[in-house]
């Protein structure tokens, strides 16, 4: 369960938008208003089989057999949640005999794309793209060049190493596949890729990396259950929507999400094309930020504390963590820390979280907190989970449809032209 703690008068906030909240809280669960063909994802933890999970956790180890390297191409929705998953599960320093999860597509970068290929070289490889249009530029042109490096290397093999994710019914990718004979997985139609972690997008990748997807799911699925009801009090989901959108009408348009957890940098990635995605549009919507600390707080720190007064903060903190370690006292106190000895860095961050909230609400900046008890698969996917609830709820409170991006239509489209691509003058 996330505890959330807010700096300002939540019960006021709550008052004022109970009825937009039931109203939003009737369409979501009747699957009613605007872009509800895209709700697939609401009770998709729950809906999940056992079969499925399992097809998934085999493909995952015929993955872990044949190759030392995955190679997963996508851009957004259909690579950030399995980058931010795997991220926070990870040790920082891998062992140089680990199976690795590499990314591709997700820019189109020929620096990257050359060395990431002369990495591969000394690895056996396996490679799962990913796109539920099918049509994605950029992880098309880099499936091009893995594709033709899998078949020069594998020959007729490399058809049994390469996964595709995909729509089931249409899609360049989706034909590719057919011709070629590569094992294929579904996107489903109702889900967006911003909310597609729970599907095979992000399961396959993340099983891949040897990470448990059923106590992701299960994680997902409490969450699911938990913040189902209307109980405005008891609904972390609700309240953070709702807080949010009291802050943006006070003039607050930037949110700054902050952890002192590096492992959790990407799970920010992912969070920021989901708000960023879903409430963009209209010439409304919260910019969503993030900063890591405490680095952030000696480059970012002094805007924050002291700029321009548009922005509020929201934490993820954990209260346990899986390692950790004591400040030693030291006979010669010559770097000054002693004050520090037989206190843990938990300790000091927890501390700095303190400090932190504390000076930046005196500066003027809102504070949310969201607690969790540790940094584990069950609780990133319940994590997940509630923030794509509360990015439905909050999306809606603005007005907006949470599940379209009409908006990324058009650099496409502006590329397109200048690159000459056909039917686009
Ligand atoms: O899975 P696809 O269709 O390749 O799309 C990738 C990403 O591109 C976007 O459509 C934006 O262009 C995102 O919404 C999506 O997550």
């Known amino acids: 369960m996330i505890q959330l703690t807010y700096s300002g008068d939540e019960q006021q906030i709550l008052n004022e938008r109970k009825d937009a909240l039931q109203q939003i809280h009737a369409n979501l669960y009747d ?18 089989s056992e079969s ?3 097809q998934i956790n085999e493909t995952a180890e015929t993955i872990r057999k044949q190759a030392d390297v995955l190679v997963v191409i996508g851009i957004g929705g259909s690579y950030l949640g399995a980058k931010a998953v795997i991220e926070a599960l990870s040790p920082h320093f891998s062992n140089n005999n680990d199976f690795e999860v590499l990314f591709a597509g997700h820019q189109v970068s020929g620096a990257y794309l050359k060395e990431l290929l002369a990495y591969l070289n000394d690895k056996e490889v396996a490679v799962n793209v990913i796109s539920k249009s099918g049509t994605t530029t950029e992880p098309a042109i880099a499936f091009r060049f893995l594709q033709q490096y899998m078949e020069e290397r594998y020959g007729d093999e490399a058809a049994s ?37 729970f599907t095979a997008v992000g399961l396959l ?91 952030d707080l000696h480059s970012l720190g ?43 860095l938990q300790e000091f961050n927890e501390k700095a979280y303190q400090g932190v909230t504390e000076a930046h609400l005196a500066g003027d900046v809102p504070q949310i907190g969201l607690r969790m008890k540790k940094l584990d698969a069950h609780h990133i996917g319940h994590l997940l989970y509630f923030y794509m609830l509360a990015c439905a709820y909050s999306g809606y409170l603005l007005n907006v449809n949470p599940f379209d991006q009409p908006g990324v239509e058009d650099y496409k489209t502006k590329i397109f032209e200048l690159l000459g691509k056909p039917g686009y003058a």
């Open 31 to 48: 699957k009613k208003g605007e872009g509800s063909e895209f709700l697939g994802w609401l009770d998709w933890p729950s809906q999940l």
């Open 52 to 54: 499925f999970l399992n």
């Open 161 to 197: 190493r390469i996964y595709v994710t995909t729509d089931e019914k249409k899609g360049a990718l989706l034909e590719v596949a057919k011709e070629k004979g590569y094992d294929r997985f579904v996107v489903p139609d109702d889900i967006g890729g911003r909310y597609s972690v």
């Open 205 to 295: 990748p993340i099983a891949s990396a040897g990470f448990s997807i059923d106590e992701l799911i299960a994680g997902a699925k409490e969450a699911e259950q938990a913040y189902k009801s209307f109980d405005l009090e008891q609904n972390p989901a609700i309240r953070y929507a709702a807080i949010r959108h009291a802050l943006y009408q006070e003039g607050y348009k930037t949110e700054v999400q902050a952890t002192f957890e590096p492992k959790m940098n990407y799970v920010q990635e992912w969070w920021k094309q989901l708000f960023g995605e879903s409430e963009g549009k209209q010439g409304k919507g919260i910019f969503p930020a993030s900063v890591s600390y405490t680095t």
């Open 302 to 344: 002094q805007y924050i504390q002291d700029g321009e007064r548009t922005l509020f903060e929201s934490f993820i903190v954990f209260d346990e963590v899986d390692k950790d370690m004591t400040i030693v006292e030291k006979d010669n106190d010559a770097d000054q820390l002693n004050y520090l000895a037989g206190r843990s």
